[in-house]
């Protein structure tokens, strides 16, 4: 029998469909029904919204503080876990500099609960070095639409998919990574939009699309140039939004001269007539929107790809306007709200930069005290200075980056090498186990706060049932840290005044309360004086910059390409049943019966000529490490090319992925490294990687 009913949010994907939780009369979580009348999911959620019950369910959960003594763990209490990485903390600081300590937040967190890991890394540490999982998801995003548009954020909103005549997904895969989105583009191309997908994986969508541009990876902006050169070729810009709303054109138009569809063929590997039809449907639409996502992003040229993008969008004048816009895909369910907090080194909640001596200055008078100065490290920054002995201590929650930063080999040996580490969970994984300590997390069905979906939205999750045990949200233990460290910088009743403190200092949130919030089923911000409603479309008359600023951009082959010792080229993706690291997703058995725990896409040919059969155990090496897994055999992946998600702790993709990152926001390149595939015998069952580890 239900005894409460909470209305609340979806945490997994960035969508951030609406759901209503249960608990029964023993105060456990037991039934998700989806909420009808939500603005963006309209009575739908897809299997992993459905299973959240299993996600946070409590036997699955870390319950005490725990310590680590030799190679097990051991409860202690708050008190004494708190007071000793307080002390540890201090010491640390004080013999090498607060550089030589940071925070890593979560994207699954609430906003409340980010808000705090910055205000606590800036205030209490005196530190930037605070980061989060955007870094490797779509740091590019807000470096490159904000160079190019002023805003680093989707432009449009999620409904728009029903208004376009043009649907453009690129380096996306919606109904695996974002279904119910997904579903709504399948809807949107059933009732007449023309769908073109780019991407070299023929996904799902790829397969119901007018066009599919199924290029070599690592190729979008020789391609995205060739589509600019055709439009400007043809007169299909739009020249008055250029002349009303642009800089940069001149350039631009030059930039791209010589690069015909004919001349990038054999970089993208796309006919040049596929090139030029992609290019006339996109420009001469009415309303055409772009969608996109990792395989945008997720490259050594990921800044630049997105700029490229943009450039596209603008010199169309597909922007400002209903079903148009240029939308990344926010991955986590907070992932926006995470990076509109604050919780990346270089700048403070609102992308107030964390350089200026003004924002500096505000932020110091409002929270009473002095705050960082010098500047921060990104988190794979954290990573390799750890490795060289520059930085000692780090306090993360909410994420495992031993199974999802690329190189797992060194992503460990790097958080072996910490004098402190510190990890809040809800459950035990891979990193929580090199951790000194364990804090116990509360789940988002144990707590108030907000999530900010990837159209801007920002929504309340309400508590269903307490924490299990003496686990605590976020933001609170982070105050008792906070506390014991001597600083009252964190003290809040609530998560309301956490909310109204943030709010106060950032302005695309200013005119946002909890009371708002929860009568409009959200507010898409900016929601300040001149937008009380919230914003569903940015940019609708000027840019926060003024004039867009047109960019050109280069195409950069990927850092490694495929040779005679690692002939085939991997790439990640995703798979619908799991999610990031799995800790949560994998709890579920509907959901972990799905697929094996593991898999390497391969391409028949390739199959072929390695023997190796379907569902057949087989070792991938790269030069950095060595996983064996099961392979499907599929045309969806080109000849060359392999494919293997990254959810699995016994076969993680990440053993294998390169480090080589963008210059601009050192997102390293996840989606393609040179590998080597060999058939097992047919008997043998694939090994996790930590046997692998023993045994070699
Ligand atoms: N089920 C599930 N859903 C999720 C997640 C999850 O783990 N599981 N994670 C969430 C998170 S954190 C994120 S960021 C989003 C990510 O969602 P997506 O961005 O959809 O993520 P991916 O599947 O990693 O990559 C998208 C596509 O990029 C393609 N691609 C690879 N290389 C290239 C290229 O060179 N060019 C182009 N055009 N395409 C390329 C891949 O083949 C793939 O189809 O999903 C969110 N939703
Ligand atoms: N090879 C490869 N690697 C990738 C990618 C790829 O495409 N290919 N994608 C990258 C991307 S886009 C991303 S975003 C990252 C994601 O990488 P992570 O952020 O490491 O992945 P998650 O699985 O989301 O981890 C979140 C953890 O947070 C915990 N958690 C959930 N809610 C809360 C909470 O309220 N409080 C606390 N304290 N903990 C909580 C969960 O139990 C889970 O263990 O992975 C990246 N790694
Ligand atoms: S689409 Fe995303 S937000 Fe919606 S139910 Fe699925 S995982 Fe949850
Ligand atoms: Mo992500």
């Known amino acids: 029998m239900q005894s409460k009913v909470v209305k609340t949010v979806c945490p997994f994907c960035g969508v951030g469909c609406g759901m209503y939780l249960a608990r029964d009369s023993e ?4 039934s998700v029904t989806p909420q009808w009348d939500h603005p963006i999911s309209k009575g739908k959620l897809c299997d992993k919204g459905w299973s959240t019950v299993y996600a946070v369910s409590p036997e699955n959960r870390i319950t005490h503080p725990l310590k680590k003594e030799v190679d097990k763990f051991v409860p202690v209490s708050w008190d004494e876990a708190l007071s000793s990485i307080a002390s540890s903390l201090t010491e640390i600081i004080d013999e090498s500099g607060s550089g030589a300590v940071g925070v890593i937040s979560s994207a699954r967190a609430t906003n409340e609960d980010n808000y705090a890991a910055q205000k606590f890394a800036r205030s209490v540490l005196k530190t930037n070095n605070v980061d989060h999982c955007a870094r490797i998801c779509h740091s590019p995003t807000v470096a490159g639409l904000k160079q190019v548009l002023g805003s680093g954020a989707m432009t449009n909103s999620t409904d728009d998919v029903f208004k376009a005549d043009v649907i453009v997904v690129i380096g996306a895969d919606p109904t695996e990574n974002h279904s119910v989105l997904g579903g709504q583009v399948i809807e949107a191309k059933l009732a007449g939009a023309t769908l073109i997908v780019v991407d070299p994986r023929i996904t799902r969508l790829a397969k119901l699309a007018d066009i599919h541009l199924q290029l070599n990876p690592g190729t979008n902006i020789a391609l995205i140039n060739a589509m600019i050169h055709v439009i400007l070729g043809n007169q299909w810009h739009d020249q008055d939004f250029i002349e009303r709303r642009c800089e940069g054109f001149e350039t631009l138009v030059s930039h791209v001269d010589k690069v015909t569809p004919e001349s990038v063929e054999e970089i993208t590997g796309l006919e040049p007539l596929l090139i030029r039809q992609a290019a006339q449907y996109y420009s001469q639409a009415e309303r055409a929107m772009i969608l ?17 993008l943009a450039d596209l969008a603008l010199v169309c004048g597909h922007i400002g306007k209903p079903g148009t816009g240029i939308n990344p895909l926010r991955g986590q369910n907070n992932v926006q709200g995470a990076c509109d907090m604050g919780c990346l080194p270089n700048v403070y909640p609102g992308y107030q930069l964390a350089d200026q001596q003004a924002t500096q200055v505000r932020f110091s008078h409002a929270w009473g005290t002095k705050v960082a100065e010098s500047t921060g490290l990104t988190s794979l920054g954290m990573t390799k200075a750890a490795l060289a002995g520059q930085f000692r201590a780090q306090i993360l929650f909410g994420e495992d980056p031993v199974v999802t930063d690329p190189d797992q080999n060194h992503v460990r040996e790097a958080y072996k090498s910490l004098d402190l580490l510190v990890v809040a969970e809800l459950t035990m994984t891979e990193t929580a186990k090199l951790a000194d300590y364990i804090l116990p997390a509360a789940s988002f069905a144990e707590k108030s706060g907000t999530f900010t979906n990837c159209e801007r939205r920002v929504q309340r999750i309400r508590p269903l049932i307490d924490p299990p045990g003496e686990a605590k949200g976020d933001w609170q233990w982070l105050s008792a840290l906070a506390e014991a460290m001597g ?5 809040w009743p609530d998560s309301e005044a956490v909310f109204d403190e943030m ?7 200013q005119g946002m309360d909890y009371h708002k919030l929860a009568l409009h089923d959200g507010l898409q911000w900016p929601c300040n004086d001149e937008a009380p409603q919230g914003t569903r479309i940015l940019h609708q008359s000027t840019f926060p910059i003024g004039r867009a600023r047109l960019t050109p951009v280069n195409y950069v082959p990927i850092d490694e390409s495929a040779d005679e010792f690692y002939p085939l080229l991997l790439t990640t993706n995703r798979l619908h049943f799991h999610y990031g690291c799995g800790s949560m997703s994998r709890k579920s058995p509907l959901l972990e019966r799905e697929t094996p725990p593991g898999i390497l896409f391969i391409h028949p040919v390739d199959a072929e000529a390695l023997s190796i059969e379907p569902y057949g155990p087989v070792g991938v090496r790269s030069r950095r490490g060595y996983v064996e897994t099961r392979a499907v055999i599929t045309k969806d992946v080109a000849p060359g090319l392999v494919s293997m998600p990254y959810h699995f702790k016994e076969a993680p993709s990440n053993q294998l992925t390169n480090t080589a990152q963008d210059p601009v926001t050192k997102m390293p390149e996840l989606k393609a490294c040179a590998v080597a595939v060999v058939a097992l015998p047919a008997d043998h069952i694939p090994s996790p990687v930590w046997q692998l580890k023993e045994d070699s």
């Open 27 to 30: 105060g456990k979580v037991c």
């Open 292 to 308: 996109y996502g990792m395989g945008i992003t997720q490259f050594v040229t990921g800044t630049s790809s997105v700029m490229a």
């Open 487 to 491: 600083s009252e910088c964190l003290k």
């Open 503 to 509: 709010a106060s200092l950032t302005p695309p949130y």
